[in-house]
Nanobody, 123 residues
Framework: QVQLVESGGGLVQAGGSLRLSCAASGRTFGSYAMGWFRQAPGKEREFVAAISWKGGYTYYADSVKGRFTISRDNAKNTVYLQMNALRPEDTAVYFC????????????????WGQGTQVTVSS
């Protein structure tokens, strides 16, 4: 069992930056690939980025490539999402999730989810 808690969301102007964190409980964090998803009002939850078990591989949605960076610190049981050059269309609730597989870009491939953190980008 893995419990995930996101933090770091907030309100930022377009062009600004935020760093999201996702803290995981349990001693098996390193056994999971981690992903970030987001969900805007009235839209489906969409894949943002993923990182492999030890962090050697990353994968991004085209919409965030070059602007967002996913990383992890297995000693701290934490995965991060650094978001730069934010745009109003990045506004959403951001979720982290854990998967036993690599690389998974669909919600059904993830076993555990956090509660989400709101990111709002003003124009």
């Amino acid at each position: 069992q893995v419990q995930l808690v996101e933090s770091g969301g907030g309100l930022v102007q377009a062009g600004g930056s935020l760093r999201l964190s996702c803290a995981a409980s349990g001693r098996t964090f390193g056994s999971y690939a981690m992903g970030w998803f987001r969900q805007a009002p009235g839209k489906e939850r969409e894949f943002v980025a993923a990182i492999s078990w030890k962090g050697g591989y990353t994968y991004y949605a085209d919409s965030v490539k070059g602007r967002f960076t996913i990383s992890r610190d297995n000693a701290k049981n934490t995965v991060y999402l650094q978001m730069n050059a934010l745009r109003p269309e990045d506004t959403a609730v951001y979720f982290c999730a854990a998967s036993m597989e690599w690389v998974v870009t669909t919600t059904t491939g993830y076993d555990y989810w956090g509660q989400g953190t709101q990111v709002t980008v003003s124009s």
